[in-house]
T-cell receptor
């Protein structure tokens, strides 16, 4: 596609349920990033993929959060047993990765998650 | 450690210049960036500067980098209502797995 796409755009769930968020990066981009944006908290790094491997998982807030990437393309972020504090906008970005001149990240529109 | 700091809010009158400031702690950055986030959208790269440059100008945008003070600024000349957005400062590093560190963002509000 022309840009990074994310689905769903909005997700409302009940506390304790699991959710899956999807990211389709720009074709050919080897690097993929997940961020969380909460009101007043700015942009919080969650996890980074280079191809299918995740060299940096340091930002995942708890073991309820996991992410995978298959075929070097689509990525899913899974949150198990959601809590109200998980409510936020989850942003995905992709970039050409190592070797790119200035490694611009291209962002998707985000998934707004609301946990009731 | 890696840390990027910005003030959270800035109000500017339409037609005036806006100056958004950013400080960072890690001096080993290779590139420094300004991203713009309009309401309901993801971030979009506005401009960037290589770490061995002092200044970069692009139409209404001027980026100034003071490496000694670890200070980056973005000046928007003739601020317009369409400039209303959140502006994120960010830095990247050589040989650090393509990671980019973002600040918390500065919300620019345009006064009529």
């Amino acid at each position: 596609g022309a840009g990074v796409s994310q689905s769903p755009s909005n997700k409302v769930t009940e506390k304790g349920k699991d959710v899956e968020l999807r990211c389709d990066p720009i074709s050919g981009h080897t690097a993929l990033y997940w961020y969380r944006q909460s009101l007043g908290q700015g942009l919080e790094f969650l996890i980074y993929f280079q191809g299918n491997s995740a060299p940096d998982k340091s930002g995942l807030p708890s073991d309820r959060f996991s992410a995978e990437r298959t075929g070097g393309s689509v990525s899913t972020l899974t949150i198990q047993r959601t809590q109200q504090e998980d409510s936020a906008v989850y942003l995905c970005a992709s970039s050409l990765g190592s070797g790119a001149i200035h490694n611009e990240q291209f962002f998707g529109p985000g998934t707004r998650l609301t946990v009731l | 450690g890696e840390d990027v700091e910005q003030s959270l809010f800035l109000s500017v009158r339409e037609g005036d210049s806006s100056v958004i400031n950013c400080t960072y702690t890690d001096s080993s950055s290779t590139y420094l960036y300004w991203y713009k986030q309009e309401p309901g959208a993801g971030l979009q790269l506005l401009t960037y500067i290589f770490s061995n440059m002092d200044m970069k100008q692009d139409q209404r945008l001027t980026v100034l980098l003071n490496k000694k003070d670890k200070h980056l600024s973005l000046r928007i000349a003739d601020t317009q209502t369409g400039d209303s957005a959140i502006y994120f400062c960010a830095e990247s590093f050589m040989n650090r797995d393509d990671k980019i560190i973002f600040g918390k963002g500065t919300r620019l509000h345009i006064l009529p």
